[in-house]
């Protein structure tokens, strides 16, 4: 019974979500900028699971609010349930929302909309629900939003990569939408599917042979190994720089110089 009546609180959430996006209207673009720009051009922003240093990270708040707030693309993270659902959320455990050891693969979605995934950052935002791919991708469909879709190492799973393509291919967001993991062979998965749709390597470690090791239009690098070595090695391999996750303007200065194309953050006003 509990279960189905977060479900009702989960619909109701995200209608409220749609309603607010679509009253904010303004024209998205995907921009590319190049590597010599000066610290006058600003680069691209992603919202690093929505927009989270505002809302609970992952959910249709941080979403919404992320648009709301000018983001032109928003980052989520994709895991699979026991039973099989795709949903969103970042970390290994769900220690963050239930205090517990388990994991999004321990439990079947039912059992999922039993967790509070909002009132550990804010009680303004308890009830929330962990959200299914589903949900996400029906609440940005309204928008013209750019998508980082990661899909998490969940393991050994050969359908898995399979399955989130399948489901972005049913919102017709394909062209919306950049596949990114540390997991290569998801994203060979993915390429083996459609060879023309583009991936992002996430890299701990930011070494010039990244280009020619993992073949990617984009390449997402931690923002404390990156060199200009390594910058300028992917952007002569035709593929573009995205750094994670700055928290500060003055990160955000020092990214810019070094010829990023963009950064993934937690915080929108680092811009």
Same mark, same amino acid.
């Given at each position: 019974?509990?279960?189905?009546?977060?479900?009702?609180?989960?619909?109701?959430?995200?209608?409220?979500?749609?309603?607010?996006?679509?009253?904010?209207?303004?024209?998205?673009?995907?921009?590319?900028?190049?590597?010599?720009?000066?610290?006058?051009?600003?680069?691209?922003?992603?919202?690093?699971?929505?927009?989270?240093?505002?809302?609970?990270?992952?959910?249709?708040?941080? #979403?919404?609010?992320? =648009?709301?707030? &000018?983001? %032109?693309?928003?980052?989520? @993270?994709?895991?699979?349930? +026991?039973?099989?659902?795709?949903?969103?959320?970042?970390?290994?455990?769900?220690?963050?929302?239930?205090?517990?050891?388990?994991?999004?693969?321990?439990?079947?979605?039912?059992?999922?909309?039993?967790?509070?995934?909002?009132?550990?950052?804010?009680?303004?935002?308890?009830?929330?629900?962990?959200?299914?791919?589903?949900?996400?991708?029906?609440?940005?469909?309204?928008?013209?939003?750019?998508?980082?879709?990661?899909?998490?190492?969940?393991?050994?799973?050969?359908?898995?990569?399979?399955?989130?393509?399948?489901?972005?291919?049913?919102?017709?967001?394909?062209?919306?939408?950049?596949?990114?993991? #540390?997991?290569?062979? =998801?994203?060979? &998965?993915? %390429?083996?599917?459609?060879? @023309?749709?583009?991936?992002? +390597?996430?890299?701990?470690?930011?070494?010039?042979?990244?280009?020619?090791?993992?073949?990617?239009?984009?390449?997402?690098?931690?923002?404390?190994?990156?060199?200009?070595?390594?910058?300028?090695?992917?952007?002569?391999?035709?593929?573009?720089?995205?750094?994670?996750?700055?928290?500060?303007?003055?990160?955000?200065?020092?990214?810019?110089?070094?010829?990023?194309?963009?950064?993934?953050?937690?915080?929108?006003?680092?811009?």
């Amino acid at each position: 019974m509990r279960g189905k009546f977060f479900s009702k609180v989960g619909r109701t959430v995200a209608v409220s979500m749609v309603a607010l996006l679509c009253s904010f209207a303004f024209c998205n673009e995907f921009n590319y900028l190049p590597a010599d720009a000066d610290e006058d051009i600003v680069v691209q922003v992603v919202a690093h699971r929505g927009y989270s240093g505002a809302y609970p990270e992952n959910t249709l708040s941080a #979403f919404a609010g992320a =648009y709301a707030h &000018g983001a %032109k693309t928003v980052e989520f @993270d994709v895991r699979k349930t +026991k039973d099989g659902e795709l949903v969103i959320y970042h970390d290994d455990t769900l220690e963050k929302v239930d205090g517990g050891e388990t994991t999004i693969a321990d439990h079947t979605y039912e059992e999922l909309l039993e967790l509070d995934a909002g009132a550990w950052y804010g009680k303004e935002y308890a009830m929330e629900r962990i959200p299914t791919l589903d949900q996400v991708l029906n609440l940005l469909q309204s928008t013209n939003m750019r998508m980082f879709c990661e899909l998490k190492d969940i393991g050994e799973d050969p359908e898995f990569a399979g399955q989130v393509y399948e489901k972005v291919q049913q919102y017709g967001l394909l062209d919306k939408v950049v596949f990114l993991s #540390f997991n290569y062979d =998801y994203l060979a &998965g993915i %390429k083996a599917i459609n060879p @023309d749709q583009p991936i992002m +390597k996430l890299a701990s470690f930011g070494k010039s042979t990244l280009p020619t090791k993992y073949p990617a239009e984009y390449y997402g690098v931690n923002m404390k190994t990156l060199t200009p070595r390594t910058v300028r090695a992917i952007h002569e391999a035709g593929g573009k720089v995205y750094s994670y996750a700055p928290e500060t303007k003055g990160q955000m200065l020092s990214l810019q110089r070094l010829g990023v194309d963009g950064v993934i953050t937690d915080y929108l006003e680092v811009n």
